[in-house]
C-alpha cells in the first residue's frame, strides 16, 4: 500500500492535501503516512503467520521515535546497528527482547548497555566480538543471547556498496568458519550462542536470494545441532524489496511463500529485519521548484531539498519518482517509473541548491512542465532519507510531518539557525 494518491489532480497523503502541509510547514519537509507503516508491518506479520516469526523493523531506514512508538504498540520488535539506536527502542517503549543488535564493530559501551537492556540477540560478527560479548557478561554476570552472523555467499545483484552477503564482504563469517565458531565458544557459560543471522544486504528484488541462502544454512544448522548444540532462531536479515518503480518489489506474501516452506517444522523461530520494505512507500520529500535554468541543451529545476536531505540518488544511483503535487488531469500519473509515457512533457534534471555536481535527484526525466514554486514530491523517500539527511552547507535540517487520516503534525520539528551551533560553545 501507499497512501500518496491523487484526487482532482492533486496529491493527497491519507486525507491530507500535501499543498495543505506545504502551506503550514513549509518545504522542503519528509512527509509520512502513518497508516502505510502499519499496513506494510501487518501484511509481513500475517505473511509469516504460519511459523513462529518476530518482525524486527530495521530503525536505521527511518527512526523517528513517534513513528517506532506506533510500530512497538502493532507489535514490532526492533533491528538495532548502535547504541543510539537501542535508546532510541527504549524511549519508545519496544519489548527488549525482540531487539536483534547488528553491526560489526560494537563498542565496549554499547554492548554493555544492550546487555543491561536485556536484549533479544547479539548479532555476532566476528570471533573478536564474541569473545568480548563473553567478557563483558562475565564481568555483569548476565545470561545473553547470541545469533552467529554467517555469510552464505549469495549475491543479490545489486550495489556493490548495499551487497552485504558475499564471502568477501565484511560482515560475518562464512560457514566453514562458523562450524570452528561455534566448537570453540558454543559452551562458554555467559553467551548463549543459539542462532544463525544471514542479511543478505539491500535491493534484492527476487526472492531467490533468500531461498538459495537459507537452503544453504539448513545443513549448518543440522550439522550444528548434530553436534549438540540447541539452534532456537534463524534471523534472515532484511532488505526484502519495496516499490520504488510501480511493480518492481515482491509483496511480502510473496516472499513468505518461498521462504516458509522451507522452515516449516524445522523448529525454528524465524527473525526478520525488515527496513525499506516497512518505510519506503510510507513517506516523500515534499519540495518546492526556485529555478528553472536552461543550461545548453538541458533544463534544469532547482529546488529546496539537496543531496543533504536525501543522498540515495548520488550515493546508490537511486531512483526515486518525480512528480508535481498539483497537476491537470491529463498529467495525474498511471505509474511510478523512469519511463512513464504522458505526451507534453519535458525532459528535465531535478537538482538541489548544492555546489557539488553529484546534487541531484533526477536525470534527463520527463516531468510536466514545471516553474518556479511549483511543488515536487520525491517519492518512496521514507527509508534512508531523513535518516542519511546532514547539516552540509549548514542547511538546517528538516521538519518530518506525520500524516494520520486527516490530521498532520510535525513529528520532528525543522532545525534553526541556532540548532546549528548550538553544540559548538
Ligand atoms: C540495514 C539492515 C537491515 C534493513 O535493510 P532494508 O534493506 O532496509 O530492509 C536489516 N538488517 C541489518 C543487519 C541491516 O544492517
Request: charged share 25%; aromatic share 8%; with cysteine.
Amino acid at each position: 500500500m501507499d497512501a500518496f494518491n491523487y484526487k482532482n489532480g492533486e496529491l493527497y497523503c491519507e486525507d491530507v492535501a500535501i499543498t495543505e502541509i506545504a502551506e503550514k510547514f513549509g518545504t522542503a519537509a519528509y512527509v509520512y503516512s502513518k497508516a502505510t507503516f502499519l499496513d506494510h508491518l501487518d501484511k509481513i506479520q500475517k505473511a509469516y503467520a504460519d511459523i513462529e516469526t518476530v518482525v524486527c523493523y530495521s530503525i536505521k531506514a527511518c527512526s523517528n521515535i513517534n513513528i517506532l512508538k506506533f510500530l512497538a504498540q502493532a507489535g514490532s520488535g526492533f533491528d538495532i546497528v548502535s547504541g543510539g539506536e537501542l535508546f532510541r527502542a527504549k524511549q519508545a517503549g519496544a519489548d527488549m527482547s525482540k531487539i536483534v543488535y547488528a553491526g560489526v564493530g560494537k563498542t565496549d559501551k554499547e554492548l554493555s548497555e544492550a546487555i543491561e537492556a536485556g536484549i533479544g540477540y547479539f548479532n555476532i560478527e566476528s570471533e573478536a566480538e564474541l569473545e568480548n560479548l563473553v567478557k563483558l557478561a562475565k564481568s555483569k554476570n548476565a545470561q545473553v543471547k547470541a545469533a552467529l552472523r554467517v555469510n552464505p555467499d549469495v549475491d543479490p545483484k545489486t550495489h556493490t556498496y548495499i551487497t552485504t552477503g558475499k564471502k568477501e564482504s565484511k560482515f560475518g563469517v562464512d560457514i566453514e568458519r562458523a562450524q570452528r565458531v561455534f566448537s570453540q565458544y558454543g559452551d562458554n557459560g555467559s553467551v548463549s550462542l543459539c542462532a544463525i543471522h544471514i542479511h543478505l544486504g539491500s535491493g534484492g528484488n527476487t526472492i531467490d536470494p533468500y531461498v538459495e541462502a537459507i537452503e544453504k544454512i539448513l545443513p549448518l544448522i543440522d550439522a550444528l545441532r548434530e553436534q549438540g548444540h540447541s539452534i532456537e532462531a534463524l534471523d534472515i536479515g532484511g532488505g526484502y524489496g519495496a516499490d520504488y518503480v510501480t511493480g518492481y518489489g515482491p509483496s511480502a506474501a510473496d516472499y513468505a511463500a518461498g521462504i516458509v516452506p522451507l522452515l516449516k517444522d524445522k523448529g525454528l523461530k524465524l527473525i526478520l529485519e525488515p527496513g525499506k520494505s516497512i518505510a519506503a512507500n510510507a513517506g516523500i520529500l515534499l519540495t518546492e521548484v526556485q529555478y528553472i535554468k536552461q543550461g545548453g541543451n538541458k533544463k534544469f529545476a532547482i529546488v529546496d531539498a539537496g543531496m543533504n536531505d536525501l543522498i540515495r540518488p548520488p550515493l546508490y544511483g537511486a531512483f526515486h519518482f518525480i512528480w508535481p503535487v498539483k497537476v491537470d488531469d491529463r498529467f495525474v500519473p498511471t505509474a511510478k517509473k523512469e519511463d512513464l509515457e504522458i505526451d507534453g512533457c519535458e525532459t528535465i534534471d531535478v537538482v538541489g541548491p548544492i555546489c557539488e555536481g553529484s546534487d541531484f535527484f533526477a536525470q534527463n526525466r520527463d516531468l510536466p512542465p514545471v516553474k518556479r514554486k511549483d511543488l515536487l514530491s520525491i517519492f518512496t523517500a521514507g527509508a534512508y532519507g531523513y535518516t542519511m539527511s546532514s547539516n552540509y552547507n549548514s542547511r538546517p535540517m528538516l521538519p518530518e510531518i506525520l500524516v494520520d487520516g486527516d490530521k498532520a503534525e510535525v513529528i520532528r520539528k525543522r532545525q534553526s539557525y541556532e540548532n546549528l551551533i548550538e553544540l559548538e560553545r
